[in-house]
């Protein structure tokens, strides 16, 4: 993805401040804020990637949005303006999560579904969880209809195929393998 790498470099450096001045917890809530912000607005995507914008613009904007951010977030938006690299805000703000979640010793686990987990899906998936890594994990849940149903879950470098796609491939592998004919 384009920008990643400069993207986990601002992340970096703005955890590190946000531990200088001990307020990386703050940060981090803005950073999921912005995520979710932009994400669900296209509009607010095509503003920022807009370059017809004025950056003078675009800096108004995200202070009237995110009006409530701690004075560190704002400061990354002054030095993303400055440097010209407003377009990869969504991917520091990703990384900057996934690097606390890091620093925190939390663990995402991103849970395929046929359909939105509802609470007592996630709280037996949060068991599987602990049954095969022994910690409780971030859910991240996505939606794939194309796995019919059931799961599939990935930690770390763990994955665990639940899923009924999963199975009835199995199952018709099994039969394509199986030469054995029933007599009748």
């Known amino acids: ?35 979710k ?5 296209e509009e607010l995507q095509a ?20 009006k409530s951010v701690n004075g560190v977030t704002s400061g990354l938006f002054e030095i993303l303006i400055e440097n010209n690299r407003l377009n990869i805000l969504p991917l520091v703000a990703s990384s900057y999560e996934r690097l606390y979640d890091e620093m925190n010793g939390v663990q995402v686990a991103k ?7 509802t609470p007592a899906l996630e709280a037996k998936i949060q068991q599987k969880v602990k049954e095969l ?13 194309s796995i ?5 879950l990935r930690v770390g470098d763990i994955q665990y195929n639940g899923s ?17 004919v029933a007599k009748i």
Not at 133 to 144: C, F, L, P, Q
Not at 148 to 152: A, C, D, Q, V
Not at 164 to 180: A, M, P
């Open 111 to 117: 849970v395929t579904t046929a359909i939105p987990l």
């Open 148 to 152: 019919i149903g059931g799961f599939i």
């Open 1 to 35: 993805m384009q920008g990643s790498r400069a993207a986990a470099r601002y992340a970096k450096a703005l955890l590190s401040l946000a531990q200088d001045k001990n307020v990386t917890g703050e940060v981090n809530a803005d950073m999921v804020l912005i995520s």
């Open 47 to 66: 503003f920022l990637k807009s370059p017809v914008v004025k950056n003078t613009m675009k800096k108004n904007a995200l202070l009237e949005i995110f």
């Open 133 to 145: 890594t022994g910690n409780e994990a971030k859910i991240e849940n996505i939606v794939d209809e």
């Open 164 to 180: 009924v796609k999963s199975q009835l491939t199995g199952l018709k592998r099994e039969l394509q393998n199986n030469t054995y």
């Open 37 to 41: 912000t932009i994400k669900d607005s």
